[in-house]
């Protein structure tokens, strides 16, 4: 199948055309094995790091050992500051560090590739023109859009991906449940794989297509 097609929107949930999808971008497939890396990578650089708990050496206590090494008839103990004693430091104590991990930068585009076409193929991707002149502060307005092209606010997870995110953009979508805003050149494998829905705006899917091709 070369160059599959999509039925363009207009704002009110009309259909005024067709656009033709690059098969190199919105035509790849999935392999399971790259999404759990990606999706693994993505969480990983989330997690902060900064976890930490008390080891022998941090906890307050006398230096001191408790007892004779020998000639008392019981086991050999150090100051008293172990795990194994109450109010002592952790045995296998918790130390601030990155979870952080190396993923190629090939692997992470082919992982968003194969986001983008899974939307695609399921029919969860949706192309409407017009979006980036919106212009309205208020919620009910991009809500109406975005339920006339999908039929589903409030009810599924949608990710909205246009040029940048005006301040219309930014303002109108605070109010709508289930909603994610990204400029397209934020747009992530995360994002994809967390919504049911994508809608993008029609300039939006050359972008795309440029920055993954």
Partial sequence: MMNMKLDVFAVNGSVVGDIKLSDAV?????????????????????????????????????TKKIRAQKETGKSRQGDGREGHFRGGGH??????????????????KLALKMCLSSKVMDKAFFVVDG????????????????????????????????????????????GIKNLMVLPQHAVNSLALIWSDLVVVSKSSVDLLEGRLA
């Fill in 131 to 174: 979006l980036s002149s919106y212009s309205s502060y208020k919620t009910v307005e991009l809500a109406s859009i975005l339920d006339s092209v999908t039929q589903s606010v409030g009810f599924k997870k949608i990710l909205l991906i246009v040029d940048s995110v005006s301040d219309h953009v930014m303002k109108s979508s605070q």
């Fill in 26 to 62: 919105f035509n790849v497939e999935k392999n399971e094995q790259v999404v759990y890396d990606i999706v693994r990578w993505h969480r990983a650089n989330k997690r902060q790091g900064t976890q930490q708990t008390k080891g022998s050496g941090d906890v307050a206590g006398s």
């Fill in 91 to 108: 045995i296998f104590e918790i130390r601030p560090r990155s979870y952080d991990f190396k993923l190629n930068k090939k692997v992470r």
